[in-house]
């Protein structure tokens, strides 16, 4: 052995005069890194969710502004079937009478100008007769013998016409069956 006196060199990841070697730096940053990209990832992932939540918000919103305009547009139509009601008598009147005068004529007129407008809208009148009974679209408020060899129950007169307002009864047709 000789007398010089042995000089251990530090180990690389050991501190020397105070600093952290290079290796614990790039661990630290690395750490740092992937903490970031983490927090990132949810701040990502909250925002996708909260612009689909948003999306879904507008869509229900939107549908429920048609779904108050039909129901709005609806209750206007059968406030205006009175009307429509005693335009149709007037007509039934005026047909049934010989002296058919100018205003008569304006008034059939006009019936069948409100009537062609509020079709166009979505206004559909249930008045046929010899179909068969639907409970849903008519109110059977009289009741006849059916034909022999009849099936089912048929719509024999219909006294009120009914309204279905874009695929909805607005109101049954009143009528007369038989079977």
């Keep these: 052995m000789s007398d010089e006196p042995v000089v251990e060199e530090p ?3 050991e501190v020397v005069d105070g600093e952290a070697s290079l290796d614990d730096d790039l661990i630290d940053f690395s750490d740092d890194r992937t903490e970031a990209e983490r927090e990132r990832d949810q701040y990502k992932d909250s925002l996708q969710r909260l612009q689909a939540d948003f999306e879904n918000y507008k869509k229900r919103v939107a549908r429920t502004h ?3 305009v039909a129901r709005a547009a609806g ?4 406030k205006l079937l009175a009307v429509v009601d005693t335009l149709d008598l007037a007509q039934t009147h005026l047909e049934s009478g010989e002296d058919a005068k100018a205003e008569a004529t304006a008034l059939v007129a006009a019936r069948a100008q409100l009537l062609e407008v509020l079709a166009k809208e ?4 249930v008045d046929a007769t010899g ?8 109110d059977a408020v009289m009741h006849g013998p059916g ?3 009849q099936e089912g129950t048929i719509v024999e007169e219909v006294l009120r016409s009914g309204y279905r307002w874009r695929g909805q009864v607005l ?3 009143m009528c007369r069956v038989k079977g």
Excluded: I, S
């Design 122 to 125: 979505g206004l559909e009148r």
């Design 131 to 138: 179909v068969e009974f639907d409970p849903t679209v008519h």
């Design 147 to 149: 034909d022999e060899g």
């Design 75 to 78: 209750d206007l139509v059968a």
């Design 11 to 13: 180990p690389v990841d």
């Design 66 to 68: 048609q779904d108050d």
């Design 171 to 173: 109101r049954p047709a």
